[in-house]
């Protein structure tokens, strides 16, 4: 059992040793690219052939992701990408980075994470080093993973070895990258944890170890479910701010942002979205409740968060009502509909959450985002418009994802009115612009 430890240690370390990657999405995309960069050679699964077929052709489809990073391998060989779970057999190394998405219900959904482990099972090797990199709740490494794995007959610690290392890339930041961003790593046993964590040693700078894999679980939980609860506590007292008058929240944060310690800034918006902070916390309440236990932060962010979007409806209409304008007789542009900056992910934006409160409720919706072409509002395909244009046909404005792309001196001077729900014109001073948290 040493020896054969004491070989994928030498191996991982003269960047022999062979990586598997199970989901080449927005996570295990980039940390093919990392292994790939230093040395390794990569074997990629994914069970959307269209993913392959792009890869192959040398396309890619992730933002920060360049064709460059991952086609010469593809092209020498040392890059294979498959939707057959068989090319796994021979990799020393799989990463899980399947989605982790709740229900409709809101609930986890970790079939994802179940299929994938069930197609280890079934090439699982002596040897092998699992690790989970995607979000879930605390445990599922330990009740859901490992009973498969061991029903194989096969023994963890000792045949294979299982760890979780929560992913935190952070997709369109250019200053912390996979390399740069610490990992940390939790495994069932010491061997787990110290074998993950020289793998990781090769391609990220800082690797923490944890005790156990619900630690890390439990850690990725927290860092999102902080941001969560910050910022519904930002987005309500916009909406007091709001109420009182005379208040510009974004002023307050700029200026208790000149505090050098304990204090660190959020910013109100339309709602969050994405593929972590809003589903994530709804993985450890939903857990939460098997012990009696009530998460009172977890449900109070995401009341206050998803009431955004309703929120920001009924502030345009108050604006259309001053301006004059009959809402239902309205035409209405919604300007970045991904759900943050400079990326293409649209997974529950909440500007399309906006569009699809307003849908019925004006004459027209338009949107454009210089990264989204198409999307699906309750059935009903939309298409980007041209920007000139659409802010000219718009009877207001509704900035709900500040892309650094856009000129928005060009945005302010072509509108008839503006709904920043971004503060993303917030060096204009203009009579016709309106903000999210300001009167
Ligand atoms: N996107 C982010 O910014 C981010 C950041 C940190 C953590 N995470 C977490 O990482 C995990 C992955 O997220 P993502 O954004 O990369 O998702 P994604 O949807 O972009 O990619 C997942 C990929 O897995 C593939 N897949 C699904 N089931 C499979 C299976 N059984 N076998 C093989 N391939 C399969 C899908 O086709 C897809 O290409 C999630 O748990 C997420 O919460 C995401």
């Known amino acids: 059992m040493e020896s054969i430890s004491l ?4 191996k991982i370390e003269n960047k022999q040793a062979k990586i598997g990657i199970i989901g080449l999405g927005y996570v295990g995309l980039p940390l093919a690219a990392s292994f790939l960069k230093v040395g390794f050679p990569v074997v990629g699964v994914d069970k959307d052939s269209t993913k392959i077929k792009m890869l192959r052709d040398g396309k890619s489809y992730i933002g920060d ?68 990199r995607s979000t879930t709740y605390p445990k599922t490494t330990e009740d859901v993973i490992l009973p498969i794995l061991e029903r194989t007959g096969k023994k963890v610690g000792k045949d294979f070895y299982l760890s979780m290392a929560p992913e935190r890339i952070d997709p369109g930041n250019k200053r912390f990258t996979t390399e740069t961003t610490p990992v940390v790593v939790g495994g069932i046993t010491k061997k787990c944890t110290k074998l ?60 208790a942002s000149t505090k050098p310690f304990g204090f660190m800034p959020f910013y109100p918006g339309p709602g969050i979205g994405g593929h972590c902070i809003l589903i994530d916390p709804y993985y450890l309440s939903w857990k939460a409740r098997e012990y009696d236990f009530h998460t009172s932060f977890i449900e109070l962010a995401a009341e206050v968060n998803e009431n955004m979007p309703y929120y920001v409806v009924n502030k345009l209409f108050e604006i259309l009502h001053k301006e004059g304008i009959v809402a239902i007789k309205s035409n209405i542009l919604i300007l970045g509909v991904s759900f943050k900056r400079n990326v293409a992910d649209i997974r529950n934006s909440p500007a399309i959450k906006v569009m699809e409160i307003l849908k019925d409720k004006v004459k027209g919706i338009y949107y ?10 309750k059935g009903d ?37 503006i709904f920043d729900t971004r503060n993303a ?15």
């Open 381 to 417: 395909i939309y298409k980007s418009v041209e920007l000139k244009e659409g802010l000219k046909n718009a009877d207001c404005t509704v900035i709900t994802t500040d892309h650094s792309s856009y000129n928005y001196e060009f945005v302010v001077k072509n509108s008839k009115i």
């Open 65 to 132: 992701v360049k064709s460059e990073d991952f086609y010469p391998y593809i092209k020498n060989g040392k890059f294979i990408v498959s939707a057959d779970y068989n090319t796994l057999r021979e990799s020393d190394a799989i990463n899980i980075c399947v989605p982790t998405p709740f229900t409709k219900n809101k609930e986890p959904d970790i079939s994802y994470i179940l299929d994938a482990s069930k197609g280890i099972a079934k090439i699982l090797t002596k040897g092998h080093i699992i690790i989970l």
């Open 368 to 377: 454009n985002d210089p990264y989204v072409d198409e999307i699906n509002v």
């Open 196 to 255: 993950a964590a020289l793998l990781y040693k090769q391609i990220i700078k800082d690797v923490h170890t944890v005790s156990s894999p619900a630690v890390a679980e439990m850690t990725k939980l927290l860092e999102n479910i902080f941001r969560s609860v910050n910022i519904a506590l930002v987005n309500e007292l916009a909406q007091l701010a709001e109420r009182m008058g005379g208040i510009d929240i974004w002023e307050v944060i700029r200026a």
């Open 7 to 10: 070989e994928i240690e030498e």
């Open 425 to 439: 014109t917030f060096q204009i001073n203009a009579s016709n612009i309106y903000r999210l948290g300001a009167s």
